[in-house]
């Protein structure tokens, strides 16, 4: 019994110190990305130890790159913070940490993406604790040290584009979006089905909107069409 | 809005959102319209995000031949299940690549 416990607690250790140390590298290119995209190191350092949440962080200096619309870059950036919550809502299930608001407060900051994946992943809550605060504690470290390490070592170079940073943010959005429009065992076809097509949508009311609107309203508008979408009554779909 | 302030309300605003769900009474995961939320809007947010940041150049919609090169490079990574730091590096070196062939 307690062998297969420890097994568990000790597969969940691992499982979040490899996604902590892969995710985490990843750090230096937003670093690097951040400063192409011309903030300061000092933002970019900033951005890793506050908001801590890559997309966010890629969406803000995303903004800052296409030159303005700081207002609407700063809500797309809160809109797809906005999922950390529902990370959240899960999470307090198997964490029980709102009995000690203390320890709430800084198990807050590690409710990401990777957290909360491995968290799920794990077959008990124990194992769930364990996994979920070893991937916050290495990947908090590896995220804000790479971060640093990018961001100083693109500011050492005269045009950092050359090194094909820009790729870097799209990229890290499409491998985020990949797993949700692939389809798994857990989502029944017609529901990956609604979600590519919310996909396609998104995309294509951003790209019609750039030329019209300033940076980071696109965005914004895309996420609107979605909850049109969101809003009118879903008679057959499962929920 | 200076970019320190942005930078200042994302910190702020990212950690609360945070601390709200796990802060949150239980009831508010089971009622279905914050359900659809949760599942729909990243979707279209972060589609819209791949669309702009790929063809986006300021305002301008431009065919970046090196950029897509490189998007096209981090699909392959995805269909073939690479981590994601694979996915991000096979993204730069290629974007890189292509532009440094002059493409």
């Known amino acids: ?239 | 809005m200076t970019v320190w302030w942005a930078i200042a309300i994302t910190c702020a605003g990212c950690y609360l959102l945070k601390l709200a769900g796990l802060a949150a009474p239980r009831r508010v995961l089971d009622h279905p319209g914050v359900r659809r939320f949760a599942r729909l809007v990243p979707v279209a947010l972060l589609a819209a995000l791949i669309a702009v940041q790929t063809f986006g150049h300021g305002q301008e919609l431009r065919l970046d031949g090196a950029r897509l090169a490189g998007m096209a490079a981090a699909v392959v990574a995805l269909l073939l299940r690479a981590p994601f730091l694979v996915v991000l590096i096979a993204a730069a070196v290629v974007t890189a690549l292509t532009r440094l062939m002059g493409m």
């Open chain 1, 1 to 239: 019994m307690h062998d297969t416990e420890r097994r568990q607690r000790t597969a969940a250790i691992r499982d979040g110190i490899g996604v902590g140390l892969a995710v985490g590298v990843s750090g230096v290119a937003f670093g690097a990305a951040a400063i192409t995209a011309g903030l300061t190191v000092a933002q970019a350092c900033a951005l890793s130890l506050f908001a801590f949440t890559g997309a966010s962080q890629f969406a803000l200096a995303g903004v800052v790159a296409a030159g303005g619309g700081l207002l609407a870059g700063t809500a797309g950036a809160l809109l797809l913070g906005a999922r950390n919550s529902f990370y959240g809502l899960r999470l307090a299930l198997v964490l029980g940490a709102s009995r000690q608001p203390l320890r709430t407060l800084v198990t807050a900051q590690g409710v990401i993406d990777e957290s909360s994946a491995v968290a799920f992943a794990q077959p008990t809550p124990a194992a769930a604790r364990a996994g979920f605060y070893t991937t916050f504690g290495t990947l908090y470290l590896t995220w804000n040290l790479t971060t640093a390490l990018g961001a100083f070592g693109a500011s050492q170079v005269s045009d950092p584009a050359v090194f094909g940073l820009d790729a870097v943010g799209p990229a890290t959005f499409l491998a985020l979006l990949w797993p949700r429009l692939r389809g798994d065992a857990d989502t029944p076809p017609p529901e990956t089905a609604q979600l590519r097509m919310i996909a396609g949508g998104g995309a294509a009311v951003a790209l019609l909107a750039t030329p019209f609107a300033a940076p980071g309203v696109p965005v914004l508008l895309a996420a609107g069409a979605a909850l049109v979408v969101m809003l009118t009554p879903e008679r057959s779909a499962p929920e």
